[in-house]
Every structure is written in structure tokens, then in C-alpha cells.
């Protein structure tokens, strides 16, 4: 039996049989992530050594006893690196403190374990903007595999963590769980504190779960959701136990397919793997209909001016005054303020840093960033108008299979275009989904393919529901890439 490819289902079943040990399970992981020799480079850093620790003196029977998981490195774990995938942070900041959904997953006997690369202060789609390292997909080692969230997903699906934590501020969960193979939620907006997480767009950023299934992905919600008083924009909802809803019929379950993400534009291949999924879906008994969002079309223009505003804000605390990189030999206060942030960011930093200050800036304010306000509004009232009329809304994750590393680095808007179909759930606050439906076949390799599904507020058992339903009626999240 293998753990590191193990679901955390299957390893609790094993714990409370006492047929293995939390370190059986960690040095099982070890052992996968010396046999990867680094290539696909999922992981900033890893402290064996202290999870070891804690897997001895861990509660079994707790609902999450003994399980490892990755974490995304922009969300603080104490006494543990936190460099955002950037120089500015890189051996100069350790976190004092536990972000509060570490504080309650180490409270359900979790183990954080290592710190998955990103794209620098979650900025991109590729993780090659990591100042830090290169992440390959699992699936083909010349290929992305995603972001921002990509040492997360590439974990998950190369079996070199049982589940991670990511975030997702325009797709960053969910892009490379299709990337990769593997089921990411974006929770709404608000169920799961943000306090601990390095902030990038504070109205927009969203933790949540990369995993092997839809099972593990409910066993962690559980876990990730609460008010937190520490997080003004937590909120104050019930959290049901989200596995009971797995397993039930979607009979009757209405989805709709918005045709503003059903484009000339998709892949045809990713096309054809999404029709055969709604196929299925109503073969299990779900109505399908054809709905319009008719405001998808400025979506990301709206977005590319809302975060950007919202990242120049939060990034102008790192000046190399308290914490983070310091640069030297600079003749004044502003030359080192200057200085520093031009040695410490990298080069989409900066230019989202310049975007945002642009936009907020005066003579331009109401142009922009006041437009862009008004915009999301009618974005948000699409979904709601929709929702009057469907359960879920049933979409491709992303428009195209993973490129090439490199291929589309010197071309940002292509690069933005590629979370055409999962920003307008973060301007609207959505939940969404996305799990494997699939493989396109490209030189040979075969690459995976994301459905995205996309519920009401504070739905995310509707959601669950359903991909559990989907998943369990196929074979796709039982597929392996090789070694």
C-alpha cells in the first residue's frame, strides 16, 4: 500500500485500525518526495523534523489524527518559513504565529507539512513567478502546472502530499487542481477566516482545499470554516457536517451551462470532455439548461483593475523597514524605500503594483477602479438572476489544457485570459469546484482536463453533492501520472 497516494479517507480507516502510524505516513511521504528528485518541485522547503514530532504525540481519533498536509506558502504556520514565493521574504521571515485555519486543522490532528511553491505574492497562473523555483505538472515535466496554487496542486496530483491548502483569488485553487488532476474548492467568500494569509487582494482572496477526492475535500471543509473575530470579513454562518451530503441522488438537481463560457474560444478537446460530463450528469439525473451571464465578457477587465488596486494597498507594507528584504548601501529614505522594493519584487509584482497605484490615483479613480465597482455589481447580480432559475452552474475550469513553461511568460494578457472562466466567481463571492472530468491528448501526453462547478452562497454541500455524484460514477480522480 502506498500512502503517499492514499486519500484521507483511506489513511484514517488505517489509523483507527492501527494497521499504520502518523509516521508511517510521513516517512512514506519523504521517501516519494527524495524518489521525485525535485522534478516537478512542488515544495519551497519541508520540516521533517518537526512534523515528526508531532506525529508522534498525536491524537489518532481525532478527525484529522495523523494527516500531513501541504501548505501553500503565503498562509502562516508557526516558527515555519513564509516567503509568498518571493526574494522579499526569502531567509529573512518566520512566521510568529498560526494562521487560524492551521489553528483548527492542527486542532482536528492535522500536521502541517511543508511549504508549497507559488507564484510570488499569489500573482499568476503558472507559478513561474515564483522568485524561488520551478514547479512542473506532474503529468508532463515540460508542462505548467498551474497557479497561482501550483506547488499545492502538483503536489496533490503527483502523490507527493495526501491533500494541501491553497488560496484563490481568481481561480488559484481551482486552475491547477484542473492543471493537475485533482478537486479544488473555493469556498464563499468569508466562510473561511483569512487571518494568517498573506493578503493580495483582501476582497477577492479565498483559502480552500486541494485534494485526491470530493470525500477528502468534504472532510476538510469541516475543518477550514468559522467565524473568526480576528477576520472582520468572516462570517457568522453555520457549518453542517459537509460529508453527510455525499452519496445522496441529484435527481431533479437543475445546472445550467452559461453560453458565455461555452466559446469559440475553449479547446476542443476540453469542449468534448465537458459535454461527455454534462451527459453524465444527466444520466444521474440532473436537468440541464442553457442560461446567459451576460456580463462574463468583462469579467477579467473588471478584475485586472479591482486587484491590482487592492494588491498595491496591501504590498506597500513591505518597505524593508520592519521585516523582509532590506536593501543596502542607499543614500536616503526614499532611496531605500525605492531600493528595496525594486530588488525585492519581481517583474509581475511590479507590474500589478503599477496598475493598481494607477488606477487608484487621482484623476483615474472614478474611471477606473469606480467603473470597475459598478461592473462587478452586475457581474454579481448575473449569478443571482441565474440562480433563481438553476441549483449549479456547470462550466470548463479553464479554456485550454497546461502549456509549456515559458510559453506564455512574455505575454501577460495571454496569460490573464486563462482564468476566463473562474474570476467571476471570485467578484461574485461564489463557491466553486472543480474537479477531473477527463484527459486531451497533446504530443502524446495526456493532460487533464477540470470541470468547474459554481453554487450559491454559502453552498457548498450543493456542490460537493453533486461533484461526489459525478466522480463515483467515473474513473478519472483513479488515474496516476507516471513516474
Given at each position: 500500500?502506498s500512502?503517499?497516494?492514499s486519500?484521507?479517507a483511506?489513511?484514517?480507516r488505517?489509523?483507527?485500525?492501527k494497521?499504520?502510524?502518523?509516521t508511517?505516513?510521513?516517512l512514506?511521504?519523504?521517501?516519494s518526495?527524495?524518489?521525485?528528485?525535485?522534478?516537478?518541485?512542488?515544495?519551497?522547503?519541508?520540516?521533517?523534523?518537526s512534523?515528526?514530532k508531532?506525529?508522534?504525540?498525536?491524537?489518532?481519533?481525532?478527525?484529522?489524527?495523523?494527516?500531513?498536509l501541504?501548505?501553500?506558502?503565503?498562509?502562516?504556520?508557526?516558527?515555519?518559513?513564509?516567503?509568498?514565493?518571493?526574494?522579499?521574504?526569502?531567509?529573512?521571515?518566520?512566521?510568529?504565529?498560526?494562521?487560524?485555519?492551521i489553528?483548527?486543522?492542527?486542532?482536528?490532528?492535522?500536521?502541517p507539512?511543508?511549504?508549497a511553491?507559488?507564484?510570488?505574492?499569489?500573482?499568476?497562473?503558472?507559478?513561474?513567478?515564483s522568485?524561488?523555483?520551478?514547479?512542473?505538472?506532474p503529468w508532463?515535466?515540460?508542462r505548467?502546472?498551474?497557479?497561482s496554487s501550483?506547488?499545492?496542486?502538483?503536489?496533490?496530483?503527483?502523490?507527493?502530499?495526501?491533500a494541501?491548502?491553497?488560496?484563490?483569488?481568481?481561480?488559484?485553487?481551482?486552475q491547477?487542481?484542473?492543471?493537475?488532476?485533482?478537486v479544488?474548492?473555493k469556498?464563499?467568500?468569508?466562510?473561511v477566516s483569512?487571518?494568517?494569509l498573506?493578503?493580495?487582494?483582501?476582497?477577492?482572496?479565498?483559502?480552500?482545499?486541494?485534494?485526491?477526492t470530493?470525500?477528502d475535500?468534504?472532510?476538510?471543509l469541516?475543518?477550514?470554516?468559522?467565524?473568526?473575530?480576528r477576520?472582520?470579513?468572516?462570517l457568522d454562518?453555520?457549518?453542517?457536517?459537509f460529508?453527510?451530503?455525499?452519496?445522496?441522488?441529484?435527481?431533479?438537481?437543475?445546472?445550467?451551462?452559461?453560453?458565455?463560457?461555452?466559446?469559440?474560444?475553449?479547446?476542443?478537446?476540453?469542449?468534448?470532455?465537458?459535454?461527455?460530463?454534462?451527459?453524465?450528469?444527466e444520466?444521474?439525473g440532473?436537468?440541464?439548461?442553457?442560461?446567459?451571464l451576460?456580463?462574463?465578457?468583462?469579467?477579467?477587465?473588471?478584475?485586472?483593475?479591482?486587484?491590482?488596486?487592492?494588491?498595491?494597498a496591501?504590498?506597500?507594507?513591505?518597505d524593508?523597514?520592519?521585516?523582509?528584504?532590506?536593501?543596502?548601501?542607499?543614500?536616503?529614505?526614499l532611496?531605500?524605500?525605492?531600493t528595496?522594493?525594486?530588488?525585492g519584487?519581481g517583474?509581475?509584482?511590479?507590474?500589478r503594483i503599477l496598475?493598481?497605484t494607477y488606477v487608484?490615483?487621482?484623476?483615474?479613480?472614478?474611471a477606473y477602479?469606480?467603473?470597475?465597482?459598478?461592473?462587478?455589481?452586475?457581474?454579481r447580480?448575473?449569478?443571482?438572476?441565474?440562480?433563481?432559475?438553476?441549483?449549479?452552474?456547470?462550466?470548463p475550469?479553464?479554456?485550454?489544457p497546461?502549456?509549456?513553461?515559458?510559453?506564455?511568460?512574455?505575454?501577460?494578457?495571454?496569460?490573464?485570459l486563462?482564468?476566463?472562466?473562474?474570476i467571476?466567481?471570485?467578484?461574485?463571492?461564489l463557491?466553486a469546484l472543480?474537479?477531473?472530468?477527463?484527459?486531451?491528448?497533446?504530443?502524446g501526453?495526456?493532460?487533464p482536463?477540470?470541470?468547474?462547478l459554481?453554487?450559491?452562497?454559502?453552498?457548498?454541500?450543493?456542490?460537493?453533492?453533486?461533484a461526489?455524484?459525478?466522480e463515483q460514477?467515473?474513473?478519472?480522480?483513479q488515474?496516476?501520472?507516471?513516474?
Amino acid at each position: 500500500m502506498s500512502l503517499a497516494s492514499s486519500t484521507i479517507a483511506e489513511l484514517r480507516r488505517h489509523l483507527l485500525k492501527k494497521d499504520i502510524t502518523p509516521t508511517d505516513i510521513l516517512l512514506d511521504l519523504q521517501k516519494s518526495i527524495t524518489q521525485d528528485h525535485g522534478t516537478v518541485g512542488a515544495y519551497l522547503s519541508l520540516d521533517i523534523e518537526s512534523a515528526l514530532k508531532e506525529a508522534v504525540n498525536t491524537d489518532v481519533t481525532l478527525p484529522l489524527g495523523g494527516i500531513p498536509l501541504a501548505i501553500k506558502d503565503n498562509i502562516n504556520v508557526i516558527g515555519q518559513p513564509c516567503t509568498c514565493g518571493s526574494r522579499f521574504l526569502n531567509n529573512s521571515y518566520t512566521a510568529p504565529y498560526d494562521a487560524t485555519c492551521i489553528q483548527q486543522l492542527r486542532s482536528a490532528g492535522a500536521i502541517p507539512f511543508g511549504r508549497a511553491n507559488m507564484d510570488e505574492f499569489a500573482m499568476g497562473s503558472s507559478t513561474e513567478n515564483s522568485a524561488l523555483g520551478v514547479t512542473r505538472n506532474p503529468w508532463d515535466h515540460d508542462r505548467i502546472p498551474g497557479g497561482s496554487s501550483g506547488g499545492s496542486a502538483a503536489a496533490v496530483g503527483g502523490n507527493l502530499a495526501i491533500a494541501a491548502l491553497g488560496s484563490d483569488t481568481g481561480g488559484s485553487i481551482r486552475q491547477p487542481a484542473a492543471f493537475c488532476s485533482c478537486v479544488g474548492l473555493k469556498p464563499t467568500y468569508g466562510r473561511v477566516s483569512r487571518y494568517g494569509l498573506v493578503a493580495f487582494a483582501s476582497s477577492l482572496d479565498q483559502i480552500g482545499p486541494l485534494t485526491k477526492t470530493v470525500e477528502d475535500s468534504a472532510i476538510l471543509l469541516n475543518y477550514l470554516c468559522g467565524k473568526d473575530k480576528r477576520d472582520s470579513t468572516s462570517l457568522d454562518a453555520s457549518v453542517p457536517d459537509f460529508t453527510t451530503v455525499l452519496g445522496k441522488d441529484i435527481k431533479g438537481l437543475k445546472i445550467g451551462l452559461p453560453k458565455e463560457y461555452f466559446i469559440d474560444g475553449i479547446h476542443a478537446g476540453i469542449r468534448e470532455k465537458v459535454d461527455q460530463a454534462v451527459r453524465q450528469l444527466e444520466n444521474l439525473g440532473a436537468h440541464i439548461e442553457e442560461i446567459s451571464l451576460p456580463h462574463t465578457d468583462i469579467a477579467i477587465a473588471t478584475y485586472y483593475v479591482l486587484a491590482p488596486a487592492e494588491a498595491s494597498a496591501n504590498l506597500s507594507r513591505f518597505d524593508g523597514v520592519r521585516y523582509g528584504h532590506r536593501a543596502e548601501n542607499t543614500s536616503d529614505v526614499l532611496d531605500h524605500y525605492l531600493t528595496t522594493r525594486a530588488e525585492g519584487f519581481g517583474p509581475e509584482v511590479k507590474r500589478r503594483i503599477l496598475l493598481g497605484t494607477y488606477v487608484l490615483s487621482s484623476g483615474y479613480y472614478d474611471a477606473y477602479y469606480v467603473k470597475a465597482q459598478k461592473a462587478r455589481t452586475l457581474i454579481r447580480k448575473d449569478f443571482t438572476d441565474a440562480f433563481d432559475n438553476v441549483d449549479i452552474i456547470l462550466s470548463p475550469t479553464t479554456p485550454a489544457p497546461p502549456f509549456k513553461l515559458g510559453e506564455l511568460r512574455d505575454d501577460p494578457l495571454a496569460m490573464y485570459l486563462e482564468d476566463l472562466c473562474t474570476i467571476p466567481a471570485n467578484l461574485a463571492g461564489l463557491p466553486a469546484l472543480s474537479l477531473p472530468c477527463g484527459f486531451v491528448s497533446i504530443n502524446g501526453k495526456d493532460l487533464p482536463v477540470g470541470l468547474q462547478l459554481i453554487g450559491k452562497p454559502l453552498d457548498e454541500a450543493t456542490l460537493l453533492k453533486t461533484a461526489f455524484a459525478y466522480e463515483q460514477s467515473t474513473t478519472w480522480h483513479q488515474r496516476k501520472p507516471a513516474h
